[in-house]
């Protein structure tokens, strides 16, 4: 059964930085994925099984980086320069393919979420 674990989530000031991880069993391509009140979930960043590709969503590009330990099977989402906008329930996600994709429905194992509240 796979299992996704996040964490690192809390409450910051904008301008600051946070790094989420997420705990998988087993070998997929992973995806963050956040979802503010009243909006649709959408994707923020994926890497695929080969640890050089990767894709980010426009509004993130430059300011979050996502990452993979494999030895330790975890995956990471860096947080830098935090917007308001950045307020959330991120997820992370896995998928049963090769390359790296933000969407949604491509996902069928997903962790419980955690939140990322940034204060103007």
């Known amino acids: 059964q796979v299992q996704l674990v996040e964490s690192g989530g809390g409450l910051v000031q904008a301008g600051a930085s946070l790094r989420l991880s997420c705990a998988v069993s087993?070998?997929?391509?992973m995806g963050w994925f956040r979802q503010a009140p009243g909006k649709e979930r959408e994707g923020v960043a994926s890497?695929?099984?080969?640890?050089?590709?990767?894709t980010y969503a426009d509004s993130v590009k430059g300011r979050f980086t996502i990452s993979r330990d494999w030895a330790n099977k975890m995956v990471y989402l860096q947080m830098d320069n935090l917007k308001p906008e950045d307020t959330a329930v991120y997820y992370c996600?896995?998928?049963?393919?090769?390359?790296?994709?933000?969407?949604?429905?491509?996902?069928?194992?997903w962790g419980q979420g955690t939140q990322v509240t940034v204060s103007s």
């Open positions: 996600a896995g998928a049963r393919r090769y390359t790296a994709t933000l969407v949604v429905e491509e996902y069928a194992h």
């Open positions: 087993g070998r997929y391509v």
């Open positions: 890497i695929g099984l080969q640890s050089d590709n990767w």
